[in-house]
């Protein structure tokens, strides 16, 4: 069976400081996807990253970073400087597999606060 | 532009009643998906369509219903409201298998 793991519940930080996001996943397929999805208070939900399990390379973007690791199962999300603006909750998904059902499995969610 | 739109935004309903929320997508994928947001749980899958006439459970389907008669709808049906629905509901919808998904706004549900 497929699992995401969010250990982190609630970060809070101050303005201006690094913060990473820890994503642990488990899955028996070879080929998977990785997702990241920001949900600010509004509510809404927004795609940030995709990434297959065929490429190990990290990603930046900005602010944000992400560092793929397929030997100990992790994404995990970095932001750079972080502002106020970044408060939200943060959720790690994975799809894919041998059944390719298109069904992302989400983990619990890491609420990240940054305080000015 | 293409979008996907869920209504209502916010209802409260009373127990053991039939409560339909709508979720209608303008980017013509087939793919579609309805879940739930609770507290300490995440995001978990209701169901799920790949296509018009097809639906499939997800892992928390017990007292809800859809139907897909067309590209663009995924309505959700509570067959009888309980209080253990009271939650967020998110349409969701994607152009390819693990491509990832573009949600709607949400539906702030209360049964009381």
């Known amino acids: 069976a497929q699992k995401v793991t969010q250990a982190q519940t609630e970060i809070s930080v101050v303005e201006k400081e690094d913060v990473t996001l820890d994503c642990v996943y488990e899955?028996?397929?070879?080929?998977?996807?990785l997702f990241w999805y920001k949900q600010p208070p509004s509510g809404e939900l927004v795609f940030l990253i995709r990434?297959?399990?065929?490429?190990?390379q990290n990603e930046i973007s900005g602010r944000y970073s992400w560092n793929f690791q397929k030997s100990t199962s992790s994404f995990n999300f970095t932001i750079t400087a972080s502002q106020v603006v970044d408060s939200a909750v943060y959720f790690c998904?994975?799809?894919?597999?041998?059944?390719?059902?298109?069904?992302?499995?989400f983990g619990q969610g890491t609420t990240l606060q940054v305080k000015p | 532009d293409a979008e996907i739109t869920q209504s209502p935004r916010h209802k409260i309903t009373e127990t053991g009643r039939q409560v339909t929320l709508a979720c209608h997508q303008t980017?013509?994928?087939?793919?579609m998906f309805w879940y739930r947001q609770d507290l300490g749980h995440g995001l978990r899958l209701i169901h799920y369509?790949?296509?018009?006439?097809?639906?499939n459970k997800g892992e928390v389907s017990d007292g809800y219903s859809v139907s897909r008669s067309n590209t663009e709808d995924l309505p959700l049906t509570l067959e009888s409201a309980a209080s253990s629905q009271t939650s967020v509901y998110f349409c969701?919808?994607?152009?390819?298998?693990?491509?990832?998904?573009?949600f709607g706004s949400g539906t702030r549900l209360t049964v009381v």
């Open positions: 980017w013509n994928h087939n793919n």
């Open positions: 998904a994975l799809s894919g597999g041998s059944s390719n059902t298109g069904k992302l499995i």
């Open positions: 990434r297959n399990s065929f490429d190990e």
């Open positions: 969701a919808s994607s152009r390819d298998l693990n491509y990832g998904y573009t």
């Open positions: 899955t028996r397929d070879t080929t998977y996807y």
């Open positions: 369509s790949y296509g018009v006439q097809d639906t």
